[in-house]
């Protein structure tokens, strides 16, 4: 690219010192190159396809109440906020059942269910010190006379008292196995 003196030079016009400062200067202002010119274009040009894109963006939102999205995420955050609270809630119920029953293992109770049913429930979920005060409430029931015997080493269970279908007898008499086998037409047992 030329410049304005290089231009006047060609064309046999001889500028001194100060006209070709003062003729610069006019240019400066005046005029732009054409590089400068095409950064601008360029800009342009990118700004309206901007501008085309985000209207065409926007007509998506025509109709849409602005109000109703607000109430509506407002709801959903509510929402969200209180399936939180549900979700900490039954955390919270899953601890203190598994605390309870920990502590009724503890304190050899026999019967969980019975033991819980005779416990202020509720005062000891709202208790600060759940462990300590579900340990105190159990070593009370524990000496109060109508509820001892809830307490204590368990009965082994007994699972049965001999033959399901005959009797045990001490003796080794075998009168019912030999009976039974004589129904089934089985021979008796010799005996050794």
């Given amino acids: 690219m030329k410049n304005i003196e290089t231009i006047l ?10 006209q070709k ?22 800009k342009v040009t990118n700004l309206t396809e901007q501008l085309n894109s985000t209207k065409e963006a926007l007509k998506k ?3 849409v109440d602005a109000e109703e999205l607000n109430r509506q995420i407002s ?16 955390l919270a119920d899953r601890d203190f059942q598994d605390l ?12 969980a269910k019975a033991i819980t049913a005779l416990l202020e429930v509720e005062d000891l979920k709202a208790s600060k010190n759940q ?15 109508d509820s001892k015997m809830l307490f204590g080493e368990s009965e082994p269970e007994i699972i049965g008292k001999g033959d399901p279908i005959g ?8 009168d019912g196995d030999a009976q039974m086998r004589a129904v089934m037409g ?7």
């Fill in 9 to 18: 030079a060609e064309a046999g016009v001889e500028l001194t010192e100060e």
């Fill in 21 to 42: 400062t003062a003729v610069n200067k006019a240019v400066g202002e005046n005029y732009k190159t054409v590089s400068d010119w095409q950064k601008q274009v360029d």
């Fill in 61 to 63: 939102f025509d109709g």
């Fill in 75 to 90: 709801d959903l955050k509510s929402d969200l906020e209180a399936k939180e609270k549900e979700y900490q809630t039954q």
């Fill in 100 to 111: 309870l029953k920990e502590s009724i293992s503890e304190a050899k109770g026999k019967n």
């Fill in 131 to 145: 462990k300590e005060d579900i340990q105190k409430a159990l070593k009370a029931l524990a000496e109060a006379e």
């Fill in 167 to 174: 009797t045990v007898n001490k003796s080794g008499n075998q």
């Fill in 186 to 192: 089985l021979p008796p047992l010799k005996s050794e």
